[in-house]
């Protein structure tokens, strides 16, 4: 009887270790098959995910960030220990005590499956399962990826601490609302640092990777709200809370920003501006574009915000008023349905929608309106952020032909700004405005290392991203004309040599080229400093023919003006095209001596380690970390940087462009309480006007001109549109960084002049004819001798309008003995924009 009981309970423990063996080799052989070619856990080890990149002022303050997801990295020490605990009581309670996978948890999910009949699917996926999930495989939820799940999670755990795999995992996880990690929620959700959250936030944040999109703050409010509590309550029965605070947390409210309970994170930064965006395009070339967008850099710019909004407003301000008067009227281009009006909540909507430009504050913030009435005395507007219905009086269109019937129509959508009292700064009405149809640009940098202060590349970066300042290529005219003089005054030329100013004719493939002055005058044999004072043309071609254009050539892209420029005898007077950013830069070096500089909007570039990767300037700082170095003297810093151009020429140059300044083409623009040196430009028929100028600690140039050129009408010079661009941001900058003399170099001397006939004049004189010129040591200038360029005059050309306004004539010998006549103002003349030809 015994035997065979005992023969049954063998018979059954053989099946049952055979199954258990069948079952171990199936698993086994399951693991080994899904084992093989699976993606390498090692390389998480060196994993980095994808980080924002942030730019900074110079004061530490966030200006910007870049990015595809926005994640901001923090290492897992740096977390605080209560976003851990929530993460782990909501999606892992054991995740300290597994080795990658929770079989209890497996377990658990199969049975509820099963006695669900499917209809109940619960993941049962550990932390380190998600994070192979997230990092290393697919998403879709076929038993297949499970396996591989296990596989990779059991490998991982004996490669990387639990520490670490949580960093991963709090780094990486997405929270919706394009937030990736938790340090990029904690502000996307509540505008907060992780070490600020409550516990009723982190578990906020440790409910959404669930199901962010069925659990958003707003729209699933009361979903978000019990799966919160459940986490709080997971909280309290793993150790973490105590009961009190777990009901006191739950009695809290779902607060978030999305609810308008906090500020937004990016309400606190500036709007994007073309400064920003040309940092972005410059790195994403010198870093690559995938680095600038995950590399999580901190870019610490050159801006100086003052600085760069005294500069959007003078340009804008000029904008404005050269497209008033015009006195057309062209809006935003952008309608309302008529459908939406009737219902102040619909026509809000529509507003909020309307692509409009919103980062204009000249003179005050310029805010969306909705044409709503036109009335015969005023008209009824509805302003985006602005409670109750507004008016424009009629008055307010004045500058306009016709009335607002004619102009406007329900609808439109324009842009207003509050007008003020200048005295108290009280409300007086509403006023209508409009983007400029015309463009330019302002770039404003340190002369000493070529840091950019300021730039602004048109009227509105939302209105149109294009760059003018660093973009577009448009003809410098007479502001190129520094260049040419730098090559000549340093081929042995100086500021007091004649040149003939006479009418010259060139014989060119397209036909006979007549170049002109801007005045239609010529003037006779004149010293070179009142060439460029006077910006003449026929002097500069002259000149340039004398020096060689393959020399002027050679200067300009020295000075980086150009990569490669045109030998044409044209392009000494600026019909080559180049940037605003370019000639700023090269203006730069006449200021400091003729020391090269690299322009740059970045001073340091450093990795998501701290590890500074760039930077811009090179000097040494001998004294920086001596205390000894007296107060009242900075520290030296020694400069290792090329030599341009000779420092005598580069102050003979500074010296003559403060001619332009002080009794040239620029005289009547340009009026400040430091020495101020530069060159307008003004290109044919005023399709590009210039000023570019310096003091002896900035360089600052304006261009204006229509994106597609055309003329810009009569008045238009770079004098009168671009001088009140200069004036006004400089105003504001001497009163932060000063300005002093332009340095004088060692190795010249000065010699009195007639400014009018370049003759010396004896140490004692003075008056206003008399100039003090710096010469080199050790060349004695000629004086009398004159140069033509080798020109003839052209004998088919009238030299100017005989007799007019009284003015008399007299005869000349040019230097190669022809004689011609010309005004008996030859020596000075009158003011000259100069151009092109």
């Excluded at 009292?421 to 002369?447: H, K, N």
């Excluded at 340009?670 to 020495?675: C, D, E, F, G």
Aim: aromatic residues 10%; contains cysteine.
């Amino acid at each position: 009887m015994l035997r065979p009981i005992l023969t049954l309970f063998g018979t059954i423990f053989s099946l049952a270790t055979l199954i258990v063996v069948m079952v171990a080799l199936s698993i086994g052989a399951v693991f080994h098959i899904y084992g093989k070619d699976l993606p390498s856990h090692e390389s998480l080890a060196t994993y980095t995910p994808p980080t924002i990149s942030r730019i900074y002022s110079g004061e530490g303050k966030i200006i910007d960030e870049f990015a595809r997801e926005r994640r901001l990295f923090t290492p897992a020490e740096e977390i605080p220990e209560l976003v851990k605990q929530a993460f782990i009581s909501a999606e892992d309670k054991n995740f300290y005590n597994h080795a990658g996978y929770d079989a209890r948890g497996i377990a658990a999910a199969i049975v509820e499956a099963v006695k669900t009949r499917g209809e109940t699917v619960r993941g049962a996926s550990t932390i380190t399962q998600q994070v192979m999930k997230n990092f290393l495989l697919s998403g879709d939820r076929r038993i297949e990826r499970k396996i591989k799940e296990i596989i990779l999670a059991t490998r991982i755990e004996e490669t990387l601490s639990k520490e670490d795999i949580l960093e991963l995992y709090l780094n990486e996880i997405f929270l919706g609302q394009n937030s990736y990690g938790v340090t990029a929620a904690a502000q996307t959700y509540f505008n907060k640092t992780l070490s600020e959250l409550a516990p009723h936030e982190a578990a906020f944040l440790a409910s959404m990777p669930q199901a962010p999109g069925r659990t958003h703050p707003v729209h699933n409010k009361d979903r978000l709200r019990d799966r919160r509590n459940y986490v709080l309550t997971e909280m309290y029965e793993n150790g973490y809370i105590t009961e009190a605070v777990k009901e006191e947390e739950i009695a809290q409210d779902l607060r978030s920003v999305q609810n308008g309970d906090f500020p937004e994170w990016r309400e606190t930064l500036p709007p994007r501006d073309y400064f920003t965006d040309e940092i972005r395009r410059q790195l994403s070339e010198d870093f690559g574009e995938g680095e600038f967008f995950t590399g999580g850099l901190t870019v610490r710019a050159t801006i100086d915000p003052e600085m760069q909004e005294a500069g959007a407003q003078a340009l804008q301000r000029q904008l404005e008023n050269y497209d008033r008067n015009r006195k057309t009227w062209r809006g935003t281009g952008v309608t309302l349905d008529e459908a939406v009006l009737e219902d102040e909540a619909k026509w809000r909507e529509a507003l909020a929608s309307a692509d409009v430009a919103r980062d204009i504050k000249l003179d005050g913030q310029w805010y969306p309106a909705v044409v709503l009435e036109r009335g015969d005395q005023e008209m009824t507007i509805g302003v985006e952020g602005v409670e109750g219905i507004q008016s424009v009086p009629r008055k307010d269109i004045g500058w306009l032909p016709g009335d607002f019937k004619e102009t406007f129509k329900r609808g439109d959508v324009v842009h207003v700004r509050r007008m003020t009292a200048d005295d108290d700064g009280s409300f007086i009405r509403w006023t209508l405005r409009q983007v400029p149809e015309v463009q330019g640009g302002f770039v404003a940098m340190d002369v000493h290392n070529g840091r950019v202060l300021a730039m602004q590349g048109g009227f509105s970066y939302q209105d149109s991203v294009f760059n003018r300042a660093t973009q577009a290529d448009r003809q410098p005219g007479s502001s190129f004309k520094p260049f040419v003089y730098a090559a000549a005054l340093d081929s042995g030329y100086s500021p007091a040599t004649i040149v003939i100013d006479a009418p010259i004719e060139i014989d060119t493939a397209g036909g006979i080229w007549r170049p002109r002055n801007s005045s239609n005058q010529f003037y006779g044999p004149t010293p070179l400093r009142t060439g460029i004072e006077m910006s003449r043309n026929l002097m500069t071609i002259r000149l340039a023919q004398e020096v060689g254009m393959d020399t002027v050539a050679s200067y300009a892209e020295r000075f980086g003006v150009y990569d490669r420029m045109s030998t044409f005898l044209a392009n000494s007077l600026g019909s080559e095209e180049t940037t605003l950013y370019r000639m700023v830069s090269a203006y730069s070096m006449f200021a400091n001596g003729g020391e090269r500089v690299e322009p740059t909007l970045v001073d340091r570039v450093q990795n998501r380690y701290g590890e500074t990767v760039y930077k811009h300037d090179p000097r040494d700082c001998i004294e920086c970390d001596d205390p000894s170095v007296p107060q009242n003297r900075g520290p030296r810093i020694v400069s290792n940087r090329d030599q341009v151009i000779d420092s005598v020429t580069a102050y003979q140059l500074t010296s003559m462009m403060q001619g332009v300044v002080q009794r040239g083409t620029a005289s009547g623009a340009i009026n400040l309480p430091v020495p101020v040196a530069g060159k307008t430009g003004t290109t044919n028929d005023a399709r590009d006007v210039w000023f570019v100028g310096f003091t002896s600690n900035i360089a600052a140039g304006c261009y204006i001109g229509f994106d597609q050129p055309r003329g810009l009408g009569r008045g238009a010079y770079g004098s009168s549109m671009c001088g009140p661009v200069f004036q006004e941001f400089m105003s504001q900058a001497i009163k932060k960084y000063g300005g002093g003399r332009f340095k004088v170099p060692e190795g010249g001397h000065f010699i009195k002049i007639d400014r009018y006939t370049g003759e010396r004049l004896p140490e004692g004189a003075s008056g206003a004819h008399v100039v003090a010129e710096y010469f080199r040591d050790g060349e004695e200038p000629l004086f009398g001798y004159v140069y033509d360029g080798g020109f003839a005059m052209g004998n088919d050309l009238e030299m100017f309008e005989q007799n007019r306004s009284g003015e008399g004539v007299r005869e000349v010998t040019t230097s190669d003995g022809d004689t011609g006549t010309v005004s008996d103002k030859a020596s000075f003349g009158s003011l000259s924009s100069g151009g092109l030809y």
